[in-house]
T-cell receptor
Framework: AQKITQTQPGMFVQEKEAVTLDCTYDTSDPSYGLFWYKQPSSGEMIFLIYQGSYDQQNATEGRYSLNFQKARKSANLVISASQLGDSAMYFCAMREGLYGGATNKLIFGTGTLLAVQP | EADIYQTPRYLVIGTGKKITLECSQTMGHDKMYWYQQDPGMELHLIHYSYGVNSTEKGDLSSESTVSRIRTEHFPLTLESARPSHTSQYLC???????????????????FGEGSRLTVL
């Protein structure tokens, strides 16, 4: 069964420093996609970054990068130069299903609450 | 920017009432989803749809029902609300899966702002 594990319930980081949020996953499907979402206290889910299982390079989007280690089945999110507005809940998610017939459903981890301190 | 809207944002209702949570998207996406999220917890898929007249149960059992009569509209209904239904309900939509390479499109889910339901 597919599963996403986020072992850090909460993290603190000083403003302007970098922080890594951990995510490990389990799947027997060779084709999958990994996502990170941010959920501020207002409740909406904001898409941050995506990594496909066959992508050769780690994904980057502005201050966000994804440290993809396929053999270890980990997809950690790195936020550089943290800002106060980064304080939020962060969810790692995986798309299940095969290419071409994918349901495109996402399964989510339990999340990590990040607090950025001034 | 995502164009997916949920109403109401907040609803407080008594036990036994019928409620409908509305979800609409203007992106022409075929796939739509309802997730349930308790405070501080992960999201659980309760319903999804591949297109008009298609609805499927998600991974988490739910007493709610959904319908998909129009592409843009995916309402969720609870016939008789109970305190155990108190939760946040998030609607989402997506294009077809992005496939293997990120350059083909990610297939990410676009979420609405959520509907926070409290049943007294």
């Amino acid at each position: 069964a597919q599963k996403i594990t986020q072992t850090q319930p909460g993290m603190f980081v000083q403003e302007k420093e970098a922080v890594t949020l951990d995510c490990t996953y389990d799947t027997s499907d060779p084709s999958y996609g990994l996502f990170w979402y941010k959920q501020p206290s207002s409740g909406e889910m904001i898409f941050l970054i995506y990594q496909g299982s066959y992508d050769q390079q780690n994904a980057t989007e502005g201050r966000y990068s994804l440290n993809f280690q396929k053999a270890r089945k980990s997809a950690n999110l790195v936020i550089s130069a943290s800002q106060l507005g980064d304080s939020a809940m962060y969810f790692c998610a995986m798309r299940e299903g095969l290419y071409g017939g994918a349901t495109n459903k996402l399964i989510f981890g339990t999340g990590t609450l990040l607090a950025v301190q001034p | 920017e995502a164009d997916i809207y949920q109403t109401p944002r907040y609803l407080v209702i008594g036990t036994g009432k019928k409620i409908t949570l509305e979800c609409s998207q203007t992106m022409g996406h075929d796939k739509m989803y309802w997730y349930q999220q308790d405070p501080g917890m992960e999201l659980h898929l309760i319903h999804y749809s591949y297109g008009v007249n298609s609805t499927e149960k998600g991974d988490l059992s739910s007493e709610s029902t959904v319908s998909r009569i129009r592409t843009e509209h995916f309402p969720l209904t609870l016939e008789s609300a109970r305190p155990s239904h108190t939760s946040q309900y998030l609607c989402a939509s997506s294009e077809a899966s992005g496939g293997l390479a990120s350059t083909a499109g990610t297939g990410e889910l676009f979420f609405g702002e959520g509907s926070r339901l409290t049943v007294l």
